[in-house]
Each structure stands twice: as C-alpha cells, then as structure tokens.
C-alpha cells in the first residue's frame, strides 16, 4: 500500500486508512522543496498520523523528495505514457518513476485531459502501464461547470470512471480522486451533500471499494469537514500542499482511524 505499509492486510471503504496526496503539479526546485518535505517527513514521524501521505511532485524532484522521504511519506508521479519506453520525446514511462522511487502516479488529471488532449482510452492504457510498473494509479475524473450546470455532474463521472478506469483495479492498485475542474485552484468547492452524493455515486458505480479521493481547493480551513464526509477516502491537494505548514493541517484533520 502506499505509505508506512502500516496498513497492510486491511480492506478498504470504512476500515481503509485515509490517503492525503498533495499534487506539486509545475511547482518547486529542489533547494525549497527539500526544505518542505523536511518539515512534512519531521511531523509525520513525530506525530504518526492515522492516514498514509503521498507527494507527487514534478519528475526532477522525484529522486530527491524519495530519498528524503525515507518511508515517512510516498512519493508519486504526476503522469506517466502508457508505453515503458521508445521513441516518446519528452515523456516519463511508468517504469521510469518506479526506477526514481515513485509507488504511486496520477493519471487523468484534468489538466491533462484539457492541455494535453488526453481521453477516456488514453488515460485507462496510463493506469495499465502504472499498474505494469508496480505503481499504484490514482484516476482522476470530474465534471467542468456547464457540465454541472446542466445537470451532467453524476453522468459524466460515471462516464469517465466507465471509461477511465481498468478492469481488475483493486484497493491495492488504483484510487479514484474526484475533481470537480470548477473547483480546482479557485477556492469554491461543491456543498458537502453534493461531495457525498457524487462520492455515493462514484461507490456505485465501481466493480471494487476503491479509495475515493476528493480534490478542489482543498485547504485546511474545510479539510475537516470534507474527510468526514462518508465514501471519502482521503484528499488530492493542490495548491495548499506546497507549503508543509498548510498541508500539515490536512493531514492532522484525518479523522478515519484504522
Ligand atoms: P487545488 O487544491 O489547488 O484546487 O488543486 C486541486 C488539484 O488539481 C489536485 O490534483
């Protein structure tokens, strides 16, 4: 499992410890990034808290950020190609990250679906090729405004996870993070009935009892709030996972014990 491996052997849903990712997207160098991760490895040790922590941070960084992690917090990846290796000019396979140290990868994110045209089909060959490495692939789905306005939230998530997510995913292999695109960077985020009726939705609609993540500004004002939700399996954090202090508290307000 992704972290300490403290939770090993236990199923997921209720009884699954929670997981709280932070998503460096094209932020950091390594000088200050150290320097976070220092401070995030310190409380994690110190205070051993009751979920497992991911960072994902750009490619360059994850060598570094591994070997500083020492098991006190995963590292992952932000996206990876679906092939282990040829001529793909500028891409990392998902063997490349297991080989820097990475157990995880996000794939499908929806900055990836926007900037790089990534589809359904494309981002299910990424979860294979993570799954081929021995990466943990954490799917991201999740609707734009007209989408919700329209009254398209809960069909078109169950249209990307129909799409997105591969046969034979399992807890050990693959979480769900759900990110709405309109509450991505903007500090609005869905009510807190809407996140667990899309999360029941989500449940509903998977072959397996998958983590389901959320993630959209994300912050340690509502972290309480959103990681009590029932069917939320832990938190995909942006912008307020790249200072430790912030993503410190969003960590600590992980309330789902083993
Ligand atoms: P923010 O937390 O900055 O809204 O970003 C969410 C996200 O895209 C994580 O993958």
């Known amino acids: 499992m992704i972290g300490r491996g403290d939770n090993a ?18 932020n950091g160098l390594g000088a200050t990034a150290m320097a ?15 979920c ?4 994902c941070p750009s490619a360059t960084l ?31 396979s998902a063997e490349m990250l297991r080989d820097a140290g990475a157990t995880a990868v996000i794939v499908g994110h ?37 989408q919700r306005d329209a009254g398209h939230a809960h069909g078109v998530c169950r249209s990307q996870i129909e799409g997105s ?35 029941a939705h989500i449940r509903a609609g998977l072959g397996a009892p998958l983590r389901i993540l959320y993630g959209g500004s994300v912050k340690p004002s509502n972290a309480k709030e959103i990681l009590a939700l029932p069917d939320v399996g832990g938190a995909l954090v942006g912008g307020a996972s790249l200072k430790a202090s912030d993503f410190i508290q969003i960590v600590d307000a992980c309330n789902r014990s083993p």
């Open 36 to 50: 976070e991760l220092g401070a995030l490895a310190k409380h994690v040790e110190t205070t051993r808290p009751a």
């Open 165 to 199: 997510v591969p046969p034979g995913a399992t807890p050990q292999n693959t979480a769900i993070a759900y990110e709405p695109v309109w509450a991505i960077g903007t500090g609005r985020t869905p009510t807190s009935p809407e996140i667990a009726a899309m999360h």
């Open 62 to 92: 994850i060598e570094r950020a591994a070997r500083h992690a020492k098991d006190r917090f995963a590292v992952g990846g932000q996206d990876c190609h679906a092939e282990a290796s040829g001529a793909f000019t500028g891409d990392v």
């Open 9 to 26: 052997g236990k199923q997921c849903g209720e009884d699954m410890r929670q997981l709280i990712a932070g998503n460096w997207k094209m």
């Open 52 to 55: 497992d922590v991911l960072i």
């Open 110 to 146: 929806s900055e990836r679906r926007q900037f790089h045209g990534e589809t359904d089909a494309i981002v299910q060959a990424k979860a294979r090729a993570a799954w081929r490495a021995g990466l943990i692939s954490i799917i991201c789905i999740g609707e734009t405004e007209p």
